[in-house]
């Protein structure tokens, strides 16, 4: 049975908010157990504001939660299987690295 087109834009909000460099990083981090915001913007480099916004988007997205403790806020994975598919990210950059360094398709 075909994905229905929702679904296909729901798919592709969480990929498109994996796709930044920041974003990447920070779910990273955020895999190795909670973070505030203060700990990934010190990670990032970004003022405030725009670590903020970041995170607003993966939350937006589906791909993080909060927990607001006094002044800060923590946030976590809401699914951390999400860095299996960011192993099958790696596993077709060692494919096409492997193809594209073989001697017969040069």
Do not use: W
Request: proline share 2%.
């Amino acid at each position: 049975m075909a994905i229905s087109e929702k679904r296909q834009l729901e798919r592709v909000k969480v990929i498109k908010a994996l796709a930044h460099p920041s974003r990447l990083t920070m779910v990273e981090k955020l895999a190795e157990g909670e973070c505030c915001v203060c700990d990934l913007q010190k990670l990032i480099g970004d003022d405030i504001s725009t670590v903020s916004k970041h995170l607003s988007l993966l939350k937006n997205a589906g791909l993080v939660d909060t927990d607001k403790r006094g002044v800060q806020v923590f946030y976590s994975l809401r699914v951390p299987c999400v860095t299996d598919f960011l192993g099958c990210v790696e596993k077709v950059l060692s494919e096409k690295n492997e193809k594209s360094s073989c001697s017969k398709c040069k």
